[in-house]
């Protein structure tokens, strides 16, 4: 979403037809969205049932997201680190404005 890309549906449609929308030079950087969103999600989730951490809020999963691609953007090809830094500072800007 904060490159102007419809949002996927499912986890089929991510992972099966949605990606399909994107140039073959894209789509990795796609699935890198995708994986930084649920590798996220999924460490709040072990926060929250395994150090009883007492919230589990939206806009934590999206700061955390923002700041794992701002830190992954180095081990994309150069040619890609710009477009990862500028997708993680959309996120924030929309998250931003939510609040």
Do not use: C
């Not at 037809?17 to 699935?31: H, I, V």
């Not at 929250?48 to 090809?77: C, D, G, H, N, Y």
């Amino acid at each position: 979403m904060a490159l102007g890309v419809p949002k996927p549906t499912s986890v089929v449609h991510i992972f099966g037809n949605w990606l399909e929308g994107f140039n073959k030079s894209l789509k990795s950087l796609a699935l890198l969205g995708a994986a930084t969103t649920y590798w996220t999600i999924w460490l709040n989730r072990n926060d929250f049932i395994f150090e009883r951490k007492s919230s589990f809020s939206p806009v934590q999963v999206t700061l955390t997201t923002t700041q794992w691609l701002r830190t992954w953007a180095v081990l994309q090809k150069p040619q890609h680190q710009a477009l990862v830094l500028e997708a993680s500072q959309r996120l924030g800007k929309a998250e931003s404005t939510i609040h």
